[in-house]
């Protein structure tokens, strides 16, 4: 089946295409200059402050993170699953990966306190700290990822592209587990500490991953006039809808287990009841929008066969994972430590008081100019190399199509 | 012609004495100033080297510490040269005063707040490049050549004692290394006790009525610390994370 799909590089209107790199090349500056203005001036001009240490900046990252890791699923279910229909799209599947991830580091990295001092993050290791771990993790992954797509390019490769499948799908897992446990060990905050924030995260990476992957399919055939058939992608939809019940499955755990415990019932009435916009975050953005919404588009027999409306589960699922990171990253900041159980208690540092936090421009833009770096490799390297099929529609991808005389 | 050549032979060898005796004193000179050099970073002025036969902790009396007194904040702030920006959101704070209200017997108390300088600290657990480190005494540091500001240990604190520094510092004490870009807690005023003193919030309080904190070596069983511990119950914070805190209250 596999020998039946051509690739090719984008070939279609080059102004177009080259209009479309300047653009996300400006956007990409404007994240890279808003980083510099950061540095420069300190944090004290971002939302961020000694409550909130991670705000906008660090949702963009592990969003990017999350994602890239959940766009080589597409790949690993063709090469370790041994399922030929995503076969065409596993070359896509990779490079996804690969700029996503290189856009999530650069993020996290132009946010440090001292991004200069990089190369002693690259150099020194306390390898008790799952922040060491993951830049092994993180740049392991990308080495695994490069050879994993050398090996589908090149055509003498090719018997080796299980075996690398197999490699990179276990370390996609562990590189995910990683960034849940960065939440998971955190033994201080009331709303972390918890074993499920690995597999939630794991599951979040395969349902963000997989909207992603279609879009960037969706908009990059489409750009190159190349067609798309329903039949692949309402495939990818049902596989979506699996991944985003997953998710809403581990959330249940998540707040079940902390509502059977008295001592976190703090942290759940003000997420779920009376946190204002993290309550609201969390059950419209995370629970309806993200949750249910894209499950009724990708399952209801109405919405059955439409193209349109997988993409629309796509864009749900983006939405509502971003307000799901939103809950957790700065929901969970925001509730007060509790240092003196069962006592009101105030000070000069806002003790005992709910945190606030107002994201500012720079801090978005940075995150945003993230993206449009992980938009700028895709798009190069669709350009560059044989990565998008020359066709999936319904007569290449289709068995029963196939099948008819 | 012996003669002749012998005298310069005598030269030569009279040069060659000096070179070697010269080379011979900018050696011995190089090794003394090194081996002093090392002396000085090796061992403190009055205490030697840092020993983990040393426990350097507190014991805060919650029963004496006066509601609004904020001389051991001052103190602080003063000692490490800590100003204010008028962001209270991002400037930083050491140590501050906690009021902790029981809301259904309405007792109230005050307590200072600060780095709890644990056996087992979470920010030294989470840093990934090792910059959070705990000395042999005891002591919760954060090495300013090798903080990259990812505020993960800010993350992982307990007891929320860690700031970041958000803007550009001014007029820095030469003693306190600090930068933009880093976090930073209380050291415990390490540079007096390495000169023998007592940290400058304890040495505020003991000046005061108040003597609420007690500084002392709770290794040694002879220290008035120790003797104040054994005698009167005292808890640390948080104590259910079992972090072994080097700072314990008494009256909570």
Not at chain 1, 96 to 117: E, K, M
Not at chain 1, 279 to 303: E, Y
Not at chain 2, 99 to 114: A, C, F, G, W, Y
Not at chain 2, 198 to 221: H, R, V, W
Request: aromatic share 10%; glycine share 10%.
């Amino acid at each position: 089946m596999a020998t039946k799909f051509i690739y090719r590089q984008l070939q279609g209107n080059e102004t177009k295409y080259y209009l479309f790199l300047c653009l996300i090349g400006i956007i990409a500056s404007i994240g890279g200059f808003s980083a510099y203005y950061m540095e420069t001036n300190g944090h004290h001009v971002t939302g961020m402050n000694n409550h909130i240490v991670w705000g906008i900046p660090h949702i963009f990252a592990i969003f990017l993170i999350l994602t890239a890791s959940g766009a080589l699923n597409v790949a690993s279910i063709s090469s370790v699953f041994g399922k030929a229909i995503y076969t065409p799209l596993a070359r896509l599947s990779g490079l996804l990966a690969i700029a996503l991830l290189i856009g999530g580091l650069l993020v996290l990295v132009l946010d440090l306190g001292r991004p200069d001092r990089l190369i002693v993050a690259m150099t020194t290791y306390n390898f008790k700290s799952i922040f060491a771990w993951n830049i092994f993790l993180y740049t392991g992954f990308l080495a695994v990822v490069i050879i994993y797509l050398w090996m589908m390019l090149e055509k003498r490769m090719n018997h080796f592209t299980k075996t690398l499948g197999v490699v990179a799908f276990i370390w996609r897992l562990a590189l995910t587990t990683g960034t849940g446990s960065i939440f998971g060990f955190l033994v201080a905050r009331q709303s972390y500490d918890a074993a499920v924030f690995a597999p939630l995260f794991i599951a979040i990476s395969f349902s963000l991953g997989l909207a992603v992957f279609i879009l960037v399919l969706a908009a990059a055939l489409s750009a190159d006039d190349r067609p798309l058939g329903v039949y692949i992608v309402t495939k990818l939809g049902r596989l979506l809808s699996i991944f985003v019940a997953a998710v809403l499955y581990f959330v249940l755990v998540q707040h079940l287990t902390n509502l059977y415990a008295t001592e976190h019932h703090g942290v759940e009435r003000f997420i779920l009841l009376e946190g204002g916009i993290y309550t609201g975050l969390f059950w419209i953005g995370q629970i309806i929008i993200g949750g249910f919404l894209p499950l009724l588009l990708l399952l209801h027999p109405r919405f059955n066969g439409k193209k349109f409306n997988v993409y629309s589960a796509a864009v749900c699922v983006i939405f509502g994972g971003l307000a799901q990171l939103y809950v957790i990253i700065i929901g969970g900041q925001a509730y007060p430590l509790v240092l003196f159980p069962g006592m009101e208690i105030t000070s000069s540092f806002f003790d005992g008081a709910v945190r606030s936090y107002i994201p500012s421009l720079p801090e978005v833009l940075l995150g945003i100019g993230g993206i449009s770096v992980a938009i700028l490799i895709t798009a190069i390297g669709l350009k560059a190399l044989r990565f998008l099929p020359t066709s999936l529609e319904d007569s290449v991808t289709d068995p029963n199509v196939n099948k008819a005389p | 012609m012996m003669n002749k050549n012998k005298e310069p032979h005598e030269n030569t060898n009279t040069a060659r004495r000096k070179f070697l005796a010269g080379i011979a004193g900018a050696a011995g000179l190089s090794i003394a100033s090194g081996v002093t050099l090392f002396s000085f970073a090796e061992a403190n002025d009055k205490t030697g080297p840092v020993s983990s036969k040393v426990r350097w902790g507190m014991l805060i009396d919650t029963l004496k510490c006066a509601d609004g007194c904020n001389d051991c904040v001052s103190a602080c702030f003063k000692e490490n040269g800590i100003g204010s920006t008028g962001r209270p959101d991002t400037d930083p704070q050491w140590i501050r005063k906690i009021e902790v209200r029981n809301p259904k017997t309405e007792r109230q108390i005050s307590l200072p707040m600060m780095c709890q300088h644990c056996a087992d600290p979470p920010c030294v657990d989470v840093c990934p490049t090792g910059a959070s480190f705990k000395r042999a005494d005891g002591i919760v540091l954060v090495d300013k050549h090798t903080c990259i500001g990812c505020r993960y240990c800010m993350m992982a604190c307990p007891f929320q004692a860690r700031s970041f520094v958000h803007e550009d510092l001014t007029d820095q004490k030469t003693d306190i290394p600090r930068g933009k870009g880093t976090v930073e807690s209380c050291t415990l005023c390490v540079h007096r006790i390495d000169k023998g003193g007592t940290p400058a919030c304890a040495e505020a309080c003991s000046d005061t009525a108040g003597k609420a904190i007690l500084f002392g070596d709770l290794n040694d069983p002879n220290s008035e610390i120790t003797r104040r511990v054994e005698k009167f119950a005292s808890t640390q914070i948080r104590a259910d994370l079992g972090l072994d805190a080097g700072i314990r209250y008494r009256g909570i």
